[in-house]
């Protein structure tokens, strides 16, 4: 079992839809990110979390630190949100910027 | 303010040959973490270089090895590459307190 689980594989949606990624994590950790990756490769930031909710724009990021669980929200998705969504989780003890613990990544399409 | 850059991009070496891939760290960053993902999967750790040290390492074989320099840019070296070894590899830059800042990988191709 993967120390990084996430939920679900492959998402498909129509433009304007409310979107959830949910990610579950089995170790103790100090920070959890949320990362978005497009084709091509490059990685994104988009969240680091260690308690409580972020939101930036359309992005809302939310962290249970007793159920080891978070999820990211897309309110009014756009066929540009089309990306793989990654949940990452740092070790406690670990420094700022030390390794990370990747979930596989949730493919998210959008359709117009 | 300079972002993470990498080079090559693209690279494909044939089985049992060696690569060597670059990383330049953001400004103002001392510490790099290299990444490998294969296709459809999340990245998976290889190493990281803190202040020309290494700093911690994840599950690969000692082909993996690794380089960083007074200017904390940083190379991957992979020896006796195998056909696995194709993935995009990632480098990741920060400082303590901040997130890291991830390059836009180079993919490998090992035939």
């Known amino acids: 079992k993967n120390e990084v689980e996430q939920s679900p594989q492959n998402l498909t949606a129509q433009e304007g839809e409310f979107i959830t990624i949910n990610c579950s994590y089995s170790?103790?950790?100090?920070?959890l990110h949320w990362l978005q990756q497009h084709p091509g490769g490059g990685i994104v930031s988009l969240f680091m979390?260690?308690?409580g909710k972020k939101k930036h724009g359309r992005l809302i990021a939310t962290i249970n630190i007793q159920e080891k669980h978070s999820s990211l929200h897309i309110t009014a998705s756009h066929p540009r949100d089309s990306a793989v969504y990654i949940c990452?989780?740092?070790?406690?003890?670990?420094?700022?910027?030390?390794?990370?613990?990747f979930g596989e990544g949730t493919q998210l399409t959008v359709n117009p | 303010e300079t972002g993470v850059t990498q080079s090559p991009t693209h690279l494909i070496k044939t089985r049992g040959q060696q690569v060597t891939l670059r990383c330049s760290s953001q400004?103002?960053?001392?510490?790099v973490s290299w990444y490998q993902q294969a296709l459809g999967q999340g990245p998976q750790f290889i190493f990281q270089?803190?202040?020309?040290?290494?700093?911690g390492r994840g599950n690969f074989p000692p082909r993996f090895s690794g380089l960083q320099f007074p200017n904390y840019s940083s190379e991957l070296n992979v020896n006796a590459l195998e056909l696995d070894d194709s993935a995009l590899y990632l480098c990741?830059?920060?400082?303590?307190?901040?997130?890291?800042?991830f390059g836009p990988g180079t993919r490998l191709t090992v035939t």
């Open positions: 990741a830059s920060s400082s303590p307190g901040s997130e890291q800042y």
């Open positions: 170790v103790g950790i100090s920070a």
């Open positions: 979390l260690s308690s």
């Open positions: 990452a989780v740092r070790s406690p003890g670990e420094t700022s910027g030390s390794r990370l613990t």
């Open positions: 400004s103002g960053h001392n510490t």
């Open positions: 270089y803190y202040r020309e040290e290494e700093n």
